[in-house]
């Protein structure tokens, strides 16, 4: 079977079988493939598209392309989350104490961020000495020991995944659906996965920009978690507005800890307790939604879950008088506080601008390897919907440079929307 | 003007400008933009086609990528041909030395067989001494001196066509009509062609199976070619059944040099004296095409063409002994000629089978640079239409390697069909 064959039949409209995506993913993998042809065949299937059982065993096939991760001696039941991207989404610094908290012990491989998404890894590295390098061995032992791990994807996990995500990323072959759905299951599979809850985020600021995109990637990840034999519970959720109120990696962070304390964003609150919810129904803790939301409150209430972020930064060598004193995080140079320019209601904030203005500041990154600076972001003190007067604090600007201050404020402003009359909230969720 | 940028637009069905094609090849060709970038683009090429403009620019670009060839101060008016391949097709080497013959100076640029088509340098090399690596300045002083060449392609020019076509090659991105029509033009332009005539085969053992698919091929270049400011005559010729009788290197020879000499197969000739007829009308030798067909049979019944076919031999190094005295060219050790297995009549020579075999015996290459071996190959004594009695000879296999022609006898009996009734004869040309 040569590489070029199995190009010319994707090109042609072909379904490919499980053998011909096996020797392409590992011919790829070994090298034997070289990456003009990847390149092509890229091409060919976002064009061309693949089906759920194509893309299910191109899952497989890159899920076992390198070491899995086996955790069935270290829990009962290997819970994992994903979020497809967004703007200001710091949920996983929130619900993975929470759960823990709840008896659910997780382990999670998380992200950095790249263009106007942030990323997790970022985020927790604001706190001095947090390391998010954890080797296999130390991932299993301080799960089993401490019941809460958030690190980098180790290497040699899904080495396919990285070597075809690399190459999509020059050859303008990301925005394709199978190739999404494969890349996250591929990553979530070799990491042990046996139950996913997987946020699909919809909205300007979102990967996914219409909801009926973000259906059907819900929808492939789905029946791929089906097919692979893996329960997969998926939430579409709106990112037409930055999650709660701070963009920025140490800002995030304050925000999370506030919300671990029982305060914070509403909005983000409620975002983390429906996730955790989930992980915890799908983690046999309880047996139904509603019991698992009580469950989740009071972790936070009693102060539980905070303790658990405690446990998670200390385990992995993060200073925690950082996270008992915030106040310690680097803050920015430069912090501005925006009035409102007029009096009404706030009837749009374009997430995307936000997450691209935040990278500006230097929160993010334009390419992957760019230094950031976990200083800087922005914190916008209201919600689509509310009503603000002028000269209420609007939006609150950290900085380490005065010139991208002045670059970032008139953008922000013009990516927030007045209406006269109340329009509607947003929704948490769509379905 | 990022590569990727480029490869998105295709890919959205965008259609590129003049500078995006200009950057994209430049970049190709310098080794700026790599490999995996074009393999990517030449796909969404191939599935999302290209407009006339665009096809015209890339032809353009890559035409000018590297040296070109000016004829100005050589010839009056430069007359190319192209073939778009076939099996049996000798028909250059006849063609030249006629339009020679005729006081129309010809240099031609020729290239080498791949898979079932033959090439028109591996004949040429049958005749020992025979060089087809002229320098420009050979090119150019013997087609002043003498007014006849054919040689390969100097190495510097179209450089991004050589480039392109390698990748296509191993990425499923042949059978893109834009590809296929910009790489012939391409090369023609930067051989300096100002007036071409282009042979479009069509049937099976053509690489435009249908004949629509040949007309949208001839039609696309005459476009370009009018759209680049040279003078195209397209013509639409059938390959269903080998061109002539023979398939094989010397064997084609030797046909040629039959054909020069006022005898060869009644097809071949008419072929041949068509297509030299488009090159005098093209090239101001005669005014219409009637006079040219008389110029044309006039230089083969006095001997001129022939003269001039021992002209450019001699000027080329090869052993004119050779084409004086064809038996002496190289010759298989087995010679098996194949009686008809019935009465009837030929109603299917599949031209493709004869192709393919002839590159089993060793005619041919599967693979670039592979040896081949110019004695071998198949001659078919018939045409389709013709009248054959059970015992006539039918055909005649020339090999050097007996097992070899015990596995294609059975095929090429399987490739002839026959018929009770007298079938249609194969038309010459289309339109």
């Known amino acids: 079977m040569r590489a070029v064959d199995i190009i ?41 598209g693949m089906t759920p059982r194509e893309t299910t065993d191109l899952t497989l096939a890159m899920a076992f392309s390198g070491q899995t991760l086996d955790l069935s001696g270290v829990v009962d039941i290997a819970v994992d989350k994903h979020s497809s991207g967004g703007v200001g989404d710091k949920t996983t610094l929130v619900v993975l ?17 790249l263009g106007f998404s942030g990323g997790t890894l ?60 494969a890349s996250i299951m591929s990553k979530k599979i070799a990491a042990g996965a046996q139950a996913i809850v997987l ?21 492939l990840m789905k029946l791929i978690g089906e097919l692979a034999g893996r329960e997969v519970v998926t939430l579409l ?27 914070g964003p509403g909005d983000f609150r409620e975002h983390c307790l429906h996730v955790a919810a989930q992980m915890l129904v799908l983690g046999r ?27 998670l930064v200390e385990a992995q060598g993060g200073d925690v008088s950082y996270v008992d004193t915030p106040q310690k995080l680097p803050r920015a140079e430069f912090v501005q ?49 509310d009503r603000v007067e002028k000269g209420d604090p609007l939006l609150t600007i950290h900085a380490n440079d005065q010139e991208k201050l002045e670059e970032v404020l008139p953008v922000l402003l013009g990516a927030i929307k007045w209406s006269e009359q109340a329009p509607p909230r947003l929704p948490l969720f769509y379905e």
């Open 8 to 48: 010319v039949k994707k090109r042609d409209k072909g379904e490919l079988t499980r053998d011909e995506i096996n020797t392409f993913v590992t011919g790829f993998t070994r090298g034997d493939i070289p990456d003009y042809q990847v390149a092509a065949w890229a091409m060919a299937v976002l064009l061309n």
């Open 97 to 113: 104490p929470v759960t823990a908290a709840c008896g659910l012990p997780v382990g999670k491989m998380s992200g950095r961020g």
């Open 122 to 181: 970022d985020k927790m590295e604001s706190i001095p000495g947090y390391r998010c390098d954890l080797t296999t061995d130390e991932f299993k032992t301080q799960l089993k020991e401490k019941g809460i791990v958030l690190t980098g994807q180790t290497l040699d996990l899904a080495p396919a995944d990285g070597k075809l995500y690399a190459l999509r990323d020059v050859t303008g072959t990301v925005q394709s659906l199978p190739l999404i759905a």
């Open 199 to 219: 946020d699909v985020k919809t909205g300007n600021g979102a990967f996914m920009a219409t909801l009926e995109q973000a259906r059907e990637l819900a929808g």
């Open 237 to 263: 959720s709106d990112m037409n507005q930055p999650l709660g109120f701070a963009v920025g990696n140490a800002l995030e962070v304050v925000e999370a800890i506030e919300t671990l304390q029982g305060g």
């Open 285 to 311: 803790v309880v047996q139904d939604e509603a019991a698992a939301r009580s469950l989740a409150g009071q972790a936070i209430a009693d102060g539980r879950a905070f303790q658990q972020f405690r446990v």
């Open 337 to 385: 506080m925006v009035e409102a320019p007029r009096s009404g209601y706030l009837s749009q904030i374009e997430a995307r601008a936000f997450g691209e203005m935040a990278v500006v500041l230097g929160a993010g990154r334009a390419r992957k390897g760019d230094p950031i600076d976990h200083a800087v972001g922005l914190v916008i003190h209201h919600k689509v919907g």
